[in-house]
Every structure is written in structure tokens, then in C-alpha cells.
């Protein structure tokens, strides 16, 4: 299960991102949101699929590394309430929702990677 999750989180951090990159302009006057913005996001999160593929392709998946993967999603999902809460930026009632459906689905994908992480080690106990 656990595979089958950071490559599901890495498949849809992936499209976001390559979405991100290559639509900004039209994602920023559709969203209120800052082209810039979108583009470096977009970057990070092909780079976080880049690494969760690599990840899953190692003969044995660290635990410490799983834990990393749950951080990440948990820090992802607070910086973007952060910047939702903030006045850094102001988008509209789309850009509100584009952010907030990220934190859900990070947020998801740190809980399914815990579930994962515990079932490996019920299995293995």
C-alpha cells in the first residue's frame, strides 16, 4: 500500500506541477493568483514527484524517509493556510478554492502514507 500511495501522491504532484509550469499565465488570471508563484510552486512539485519516484524505486523503502514524505505534505498544507490567512496574496473565490483543494489533498496523502507506514509494520511484526 504504501508504494502505491507516494506514486499516487508523486502522479498527482507531478500533473499539478507540469499544470502549474506550463499554464501559469492563463492558471494566474483565472486563480488571482501570482504567475511567478505558480511557476516555482509547479517547479517544486515536479521535483517532490522526481524524488517520490526515485524513492519507490529503491529495493527497500526507509521508514525515516516515509516520515519525510508525511512532513513534507504536513508543512505543504500549513504553508498554503499560512498564505490563504495571510495578505500576501489575494485571490478569488477559485484561487481560494485551487489552494484549499491542495491542502486536502496533501493532508490525505500524509494520512494515507501513516496508515501505509503502520500497516507495513503490523505486517512485519
Do not use: K
Not at 81 to 104: K, M, R, T
Amino acid at each position: 500500500m504504501l508504494v502505491r500511495v507516494l506514486l499516487a501522491d508523486a502522479l498527482v504532484s507531478g500533473a499539478v506541477g507540469v499544470l502549474q509550469v506550463l499554464a501559469a499565465a492563463p492558471l494566474a488570471g483565472l486563480l488571482d493568483l501570482p504567475a511567478a508563484g505558480l511557476r516555482i510552486t509547479g517547479l517544486i512539485l515536479l521535483a517532490y514527484a522526481a524524488a517520490l519516484v526515485w524513492l519507490v524505486r529503491r529495493t527497500a523503502l526507509p521508514t525515516g524517509a516515509a516520515w519525510t514524505v508525511i512532513v513534507i505534505n504536513v508543512i505543504w498544507a500549513l504553508d498554503c493556510a499560512l498564505l490563504l490567512a495571510s495578505d500576501w496574496i489575494a485571490p478569488n473565490g477559485l484561487g481560494a478554492a485551487f489552494i484549499g483543494i491542495q491542502i486536502v489533498t496533501v493532508l490525505v496523502f500524509a494520512e494515507l502514507t501513516f496508515i501505509g507506514l503502520r500497516r507495513r509494520r503490523q505486517v512485519s511484526v
